[in-house]
């Protein structure tokens, strides 16, 4: 088992009006031209429901193991772009360092 940093980041789908909701295949396609600049090349995507103040909300699961060795700032850079191009009011990074293995 190797060890590494887990990202995981949470993107709502709905813009910061609360009404506008956002298309979730642009959205994965424009988060994946983004982390391709930085040298990031795979990630998992998961649909989930979020909440913001009480309300349900459709939001993405990004999670990746950063085998690629892009820095913990550059990943900061890409999303306060994507905060802002996608007009949201936040944006929430977890990480972790897990045990891995590719089989």
């Known amino acids: 088992m190797e060890k590494n940093i887990k990202y995981s980041i ?6 910061k009006d609360m009404k506008t909701e956002l298309n979730t295949d642009k959205t994965i396609k424009l988060i994946s031209i983004k982390f391709k600049k930085i040298g990031i090349i795979g990630f ?6 979020g909440y913001w103040n ?14 690629f060795g892009v820095k913990t700032k550059d990943i900061l850079k890409v999303l306060e772009k994507l905060k802002t191009h996608l007009k949201q009011e936040s944006i929430l990074i977890e990480q972790e360092q897990v045990l891995y293995n590719f089989i």
């Open 10 to 15: 949470y993107i709502g789908l709905l813009q």
């Open 54 to 67: 009480r309300k349900p909300e459709p939001a993405l699961k990004i999670s990746f193991i950063n085998n």
């Open 44 to 49: 998992n995507c998961d649909k989930i429901k």
